[in-house]
């Protein structure tokens, strides 16, 4: 008997051990937000944004599961152009002014193959939020030199902006938009673990 209740307690202390969740946040020197259009139907146009935040709740070593929050802030847009960037702030496009952070918020991060998984959530641009789907590659867990734990992810998209209220759209002579409606979200993460 007293050997069962032994061994029941280890089972129970590894059981709560394995469901203690970890928490991580981005390391934004070693991270990037991109994103990629078309412009005149014929070329791309790359951008970016330099100021966001991101954190990620995991039980499992391999963040199946995972709880994933992420903002970025509007008006560090930067393609390269001050004139465009201007732009891109003003209400034709994100309206900074009066929605200056975009967010996600996990629904599921399910792994479907090794190192591979499907991340979706819930977007907010401006005033809409719609369900977006990204697929993700973690590349893994290691330790820096300053004994820092880093886990780190590449994570890709498309969105339709317009579908978020980023409805400018003139029209070339061709008849082609100037600027094309769908987006190619590109992130690359690297988290750090909290202590």
């Known amino acids: 008997m007293k050997k069962l209740i032994i061994l029941s307690s280890m089972l129970a ?3 709560f051990a394995t469901a203690q969740s970890t928490s991580w946040s981005v390391d ?6 991109k994103f990629t259009v078309t412009h005149l139907v014929v ?3 790359d951008g970016s944004f330099r100021t966001y935040n991101g954190s990620i709740e995991s039980t499992k070593a391999d963040f199946d599961g995972a709880a994933i929050n992420f903002t970025v802030d509007v008006n560090s847009v930067n393609t390269d152009n001050e004139m465009r960037d201007k732009h891109l702030k003003a209400d034709d496009f994100f309206n900074a002014e009066k929605y200056p ?3 996600f918020k996990s629904t ?3 792994k479907t193959a090794d ?3 499907i991340l979706e959530g819930d977007l907010t641009i401006r005033d809409v939020t719609k369900r977006v789907k990204f697929e993700v ?3 893994g867990i290691m330790k820096d030199p300053y004994g820092n734990t880093k886990a780190g992810f590449k994570a890709t998209s498309k969105i339709s902006r317009k579908e978020f209220k980023l409805t400018w759209n003139p029209m070339t002579e061709a008849g082609g938009a100037v600027v094309g409606d769908e987006v ?7 988290f750090a673990q909290k202590k």
């Open 137 to 139: 590659y973690f590349g």
């Open 101 to 103: 952070q975009m967010s």
């Open 43 to 45: 070329s791309e146009v």
């Open 13 to 15: 202390a590894t059981m």
């Open 28 to 33: 934004n020197s070693h991270s990037n937000v």
């Open 115 to 117: 190192k591979k998984y």
């Open 184 to 190: 190619e979200v590109k992130l690359n993460l690297e």
């Open 108 to 110: 599921s991060f399910k």
